[in-house]
């Protein structure tokens, strides 16, 4: 569809739904709104109901869906499922995640074509099946490609990984989801949303010197938290918006999910204008242009936010993020003293720029320009330094512009065009306590290298470069002096860098098989029974309150979806439910003993791992339940989160906050996401207890539950909890699962 048709039909529906008044009479609607209601299938609750933010659950038509590799192993597996010949809306699939980073581009992309060709083989031959684009091996991060490619100002996307966000900087609403929300979309279901609150972040002045957009958001984090953006949209505004490039405006659209925010957007802007023309996509922007003269691609005068932070570009200063969260966020002028109050490795042992958040051209040639001075002095980077173009177009054009030479001039290794989800680091430091940085978005526990040891610290591509040269964390380039290869000291002038390419884009050796349907089977050899396993539907709920719940562990601290369903080398199960529910919450502290992986076995009274815990429950038709803290469930969209719990036996999980997209994830398999009415309940959870629920068989939106919680020493303590289903999503639960229903709906 032309976008200037697309843009129509959001601005037809968005009319439609003031008319019908699920549009509030009077309501001045930011950026977001305009995108989200003009993609609305139905009104919430009837059609003279009011719209409320973070109450009404909203019915939308997603425009298109994106999915990598890792997630499009189970996605594609349900859609199967569904009997459709054919995705609704355009799709895609990007085979970024299962390279694993090692010795340099050619050859780890390689190894990755005979190590995953089984798994990229069926992708494709499922693509083509299904009429879906794929991009193959070296292509180029999802991310990166669905903005040079297929993002544009005034769409609804779907992605099957929670930085889909990052086209949030070319005006698109983008929303990172699990798979069985990515199915929705291919399968023309209306997907549900609680209308999200909006967190207005106006910005003001312009970025100098050593400040990036990358800044912007890492600096947001420290102030926000890893949850405090949990059910907003965070909604950039304000003059400052004009001053940044579009891949700026991506990075902080990207890093968003960092503070659990739904998605975030900016207004289209001239400079996403000429990004879309430097990408050859003139047209668009010409329609852009003129929906932007009618009024749907700005914000309405006076839209109020539900919060609003001001944020002075002028202002901003390099930000260092970490250790193994992303929202501890130091100024650089401060970091020198933590680092010695922490006690923290000075030595950086690598540097790593690039991945999905930093590896625009403009990424590119900012940090070329410090490689230029380097060399100019005689100076490489005192440590590993490993770099990652975000495309195969990015790649060919910084090739052709000379920054890859300069890069590789003072030690960098260029990798694939990939997601570095998969680093093969085979160094010795990373089996001690040792520090790197990265440009990356997360830096949780274990998630670079597989190591617990390694102290992930996030900061822009260019203050990760000045420390790899510096080789010390501590170093500041602003105020800090480099030592030339004579012995003579000399200080890093600002960076600087082209956000568009003056000679265009090169288009390299694209690897994209365009969407097409061809009857075709797909592709599944002996090899791989296990890689890929049939999925086998989940039965449905009896109605019943559950009675006697195990507790399988109680989790104490962060407990991401790496935590729950960890990444690495068990990427290669993504597609296999059995073998991956292996690794069920090996990262999960016990709450009772402190340890990792470790909890009692309520059978046998000896501890053991927590998968096995799980499987011999299973065994036994005994089902069990997980106690989460805070935000269970932050980071990565991966709904294997939600399915490797569900595939064990467990029907219920209790937290005291949940992460968006897992909490749905929960709804979607039919596993019921429950939280403590006053979170300090959390305390009042014994080891060894057994769980019941009083509540849950009339269950309906809005309705009291009550737990039920038998102690070892006889006691029973009742406490309240709080449940956010809706009516569509209890009859995931009673069906089983979202899938299960709409198999039936589909069969009528």
């Known amino acids: 569809m032309a976008h200037a048709a697309l843009l129509s039909g959001v601005a037809s529906t968005l009319a439609r739904?003031?008319?019908?008044?699920?549009?509030?009479?009077?309501?001045?609607?930011g950026i977001a709104e305009k995108i989200l209601y003009?993609?609305?299938?139905?009104?919430?609750?009837?059609?003279?109901?009011?719209?409320?933010?973070?109450?009404?659950?909203?019915?939308?038509?997603?425009?298109?869906?994106?999915?990598?590799?890792?997630?499009?192993?189970?996605?594609?597996?349900?859609?199967?499922?569904?009997?459709?010949?054919?995705?609704?809306?355009?799709?895609?699939?990007?085979?970024?995640?299962?390279i694993?980073?090692?010795?340099?581009?050619e050859n780890d992309l390689s190894a990755s074509k005979i190590k995953e060709k089984e798994i990229f083989d069926f992708l494709e031959s499922a693509a083509k099946k299904y009429g879906i684009s794929f991009w193959g091996p070296g292509s180029g991060i999802i991310h990166q490609i669905v903005l040079e490619n297929y993002a544009a100002p005034g769409m609804l996307m779907l992605g099957t990984d929670s930085h889909t966000p990052n086209a949030?900087?070319?005006?698109?609403?983008?929303?990172?989801?699990?798979?069985?929300?990515?199915?929705?979309?291919?399968?023309?279901?209306?997907?549900?949303?609680?209308?999200?609150?909006?967190?207005?972040?106006?910005?003001?002045?312009?970025?100098?010197?050593w400040a990036t957009p990358k800044d912007v958001i890492l600096a947001l984090a420290g102030k926000l938290t890893v949850r405090g953006g949990t059910n907003y949209i965070i909604e950039y505004f304000g003059p400052g918006t004009r001053t940044l490039g579009c891949t700026g405006m991506a990075t902080i659209c990207n890093m968003g999910a960092e503070v659990g925010a739904t998605t975030s957007v900016f207004p289209y802007s001239e400079e996403m204008a000429r990004y879309l023309r430097s990408t050859g996509r003139a047209e668009t922007a010409d329609a852009c242009d003129f929906a932007l003269a009618q009024g749907?691609?700005?914000?309405?005068?006076?839209?109020?936010?539900?919060?609003?932070?001001?944020?002075?570009?002028?202002?901003?200063?390099?930000?260092?993020?970490?250790?193994?969260?992303?929202?501890?966020?130091?100024p650089i002028s401060e970091f020198k003293k933590v680092v010695e109050k922490n006690g923290w490795p000075d030595s950086v042992s690598a540097g790593l720029i690039g991945s999905c958040t930093n590896s625009s051209y403009e990424d590119m040639s900012r940090v070329s320009s410090i490689a230029r001075q380097a060399s100019e002095h005689g100076l490489k980077a005192s440590s590993e330094f490993l770099v990652t173009p975000g495309s195969e177009q990015v790649r060919a054009t910084i090739?052709?512009?000379?920054?890859?030479?300069?890069?590789?001039?003072?030690?960098?290794?260029?990798?694939?065009?990939?997601?570095?989800?998969?680093?093969?680091?085979?160094?010795?430091?990373?089996?001690?306590?040792?520090?790197?940085?990265?440009?990356?978005?997360?830096?949780?526990?274990?998630?670079?290298?597989?190591?617990s040891k390694t102290m992930n610290f996030l900061a822009s591509p260019e203050i990760v470069t000045s420390l790899a040269l510096?080789?010390?964390?501590?170093?500041?380039?602003?105020?800090?002096?480099?030592?030339?290869?004579?012995?003579?000291?000399?200080?890093?002038?600002?960076?600087?860098?082209?956000?568009?390419?003056?000679?265009?884009?090169?288009?390299?050796?694209?690897?994209?098989?365009?969407?097409?349907?061809?009857?075709?089977?797909?592709?599944?050899?002996?090899?791989?029974?296990?890689?890929?396993?049939?999925?086998?539907?989940?039965?449905?709920?009896?109605?019943?309150?559950?009675?006697?719940?195990?507790?399988?562990?109680?989790?104490?601290?962060?407990?991401?979806?790496?935590?729950?369903?960890?990444?690495?080398?068990?990427?290669?199960?993504?597609?296999?439910?059995?073998?991956?529910?292996?690794?069920?919450?090996?990262?999960a502290v016990n709450a009772f003993t402190g340890k990792t992986n470790v909890v009692k076995n309520d059978l046998t009274g000896q501890e053991d791992t927590i998968p096995n815990v799980a499987r011999a429950y299973k065994a036994k038709n005994i089902?069990?339940?997980?106690?989460?803290?805070?935000?269970?469930?932050?980071?990565?969209?991966?709904?294997?989160?939600?399915?490797?719990?569900?595939?064990?036996?467990?029907?219920?999980?209790?937290?005291?906050?949940?992460?968006?997209?897992?909490?749905?994830?929960?709804?979607?398999?039919?596993?019921?996401?429950?939280?403590?009415?006053?979170?300090?309940?959390?305390?009042?959870?014994?080891?060894?207890?057994?769980?019941?629920?009083?509540?849950?068989a009339d269950i309906a939106p809005g309705s009291k539950v009550t737990l039920v919680v038998s102690n070892p020493d006889g006691s029973v303590v009742e406490i309240p909890m709080v449940h956010t289903l809706s009516v569509d999503q209890i009859a995931w639960i009673k069906a089983g699962s979202a899938l299960n229903l709409i198999r039936d709906q589909m069969a009528k």
């Open 100 to 105: 694993q980073a090692h010795t340099g581009a």
């Open 470 to 587: 510096a080789g010390r964390l501590s170093f500041n380039p602003i105020t800090d002096s480099l030592m030339d290869k004579n012995g003579k000291a000399f200080k890093l002038s600002p960076p600087s860098g082209d956000s568009l390419p003056s000679g265009g884009f090169l288009a390299g050796e694209m690897k994209q098989v365009m969407p097409m349907r061809l009857k075709c089977g797909i592709r599944r050899t002996n090899r791989i029974q296990t890689r890929l396993q049939v999925l086998e539907p989940f039965g449905p709920w009896n109605g019943e309150e559950f009675e006697d719940l195990r507790l399988l562990v109680k989790v104490q601290g962060k407990c991401t979806t790496d935590h729950i369903s960890a990444a690495g080398a068990w990427l290669k199960y993504k597609g296999h439910l059995d073998n991956l529910s292996n690794n069920t919450l090996i990262g």
């Open 623 to 696: 089902s069990w339940t997980v106690i989460g803290d805070w935000n269970y469930g932050e980071g990565s969209a991966r709904e294997h989160a939600a399915l490797q719990p569900r595939y064990l036996g467990c029907p219920l999980v209790i937290a005291r906050s949940f992460a968006r997209i897992h909490e749905t994830n929960l709804k979607k398999q039919g596993v019921i996401p429950i939280t403590f009415a006053d979170p300090d309940s959390y305390a009042a959870v014994a080891e060894g207890c057994k769980i019941s629920t009083k509540g849950l």
């Open 168 to 209: 949030g900087g070319l005006g698109m609403l983008a929303i990172g989801v699990g798979g069985a929300d990515a199915v929705d979309g291919m399968a023309d279901i209306p997907w549900e949303l609680k209308a999200p609150k909006i967190l207005g972040v106006r910005l003001s002045g312009k970025l100098s010197g």
């Open 399 to 451: 090739e052709r512009d000379g920054i890859t030479q300069d890069l590789e001039k003072i030690g960098a290794k260029v990798l694939a065009n990939a997601c570095i989800g998969q680093w093969n680091r085979t160094d010795p430091v990373k089996n001690e306590v040792n520090s790197i940085l990265t440009s990356f978005n997360r830096n949780f526990k274990a998630r670079n290298d597989g190591s």
């Open 17 to 29: 739904a003031r008319d019908s008044g699920a549009i509030a009479r009077g309501a001045r609607l």
């Open 38 to 98: 003009g993609h609305i299938v139905s009104a919430p609750d009837s059609r003279t109901t009011p719209i409320v933010r973070g109450e009404s659950y909203l019915k939308l038509r997603p425009d298109r869906v994106a999915m990598q590799d890792a997630s499009a192993q189970m996605a594609v597996l349900q859609f199967m499922l569904c009997g459709r010949p054919t995705t609704a809306v355009p799709t895609s699939i990007h085979c970024d995640h299962l």
């Open 296 to 330: 749907l691609l700005k914000a309405d005068d006076g839209v109020e936010y539900d919060k609003v932070i001001e944020i002075d570009l002028s202002a901003v200063e390099p930000h260092i993020n970490g250790p193994f969260t992303p929202d501890a966020a130091t």
